[in-house]
């Protein structure tokens, strides 16, 4: 089983930056496709990147297009997203997802904990 835990969550003000950590255990993260999934209070669970397994596809989410990059090491087991330009909006916990596969589909099958990120003056 694939395990998955978030770093680098906190308070950043307006126009800030944060970079996210997602540090897998357990498998090699060489066969999975990882993404970031959001939640803020009283709303859905949104996807908000992806990477494919190899690192060669990445989908963003519109509202953070621009803004936030997902990269990975696979060497390393870690996923990273480089957050920039952080909105009140972008406020919600964050959580690091793997499905087994080379692609980004909605299908994950493991996830960490999550990380809070807070975007206020």
């Known amino acids: 089983q694939l395990q998955l835990v978030e770093s680098g969550g906190g308070l950043v003000q307006p126009g800030g930056s944060l970079r996210l950590s997602c540090a897998a255990s357990?498998?090699?993260?060489?066969?999975?496709?990882i993404g970031w999934v959001r939640q803020a209070p009283g709303k859905e669970r949104e996807g908000v990147s992806c990477?494919?397994?190899?690192?060669?596809?990445?989908n963003d989410a519109d509202s953070v297009k621009g803004r936030f990059t997902i990269s990975r090491d696979n060497a390393k087991n870690m996923v990273y997203l480089q957050m920039n330009s952080l909105k009140p909006e972008d406020t919600a916990i964050y959580y690091c997802?793997?499905?087994?596969?080379?692609?980004?589909?909605?299908?994950?099958?493991?996830w960490g904990q999550g990380t809070q990120v807070t975007v206020s003056s």
């Open positions: 990477i494919s397994s190899n690192g060669g596809s990445t």
């Open positions: 357990g498998f090699t993260l060489v066969y999975y496709a």
């Open positions: 997802a793997g499905r087994l596969g080379r692609r980004c589909y909605a299908d994950f099958g493991s």
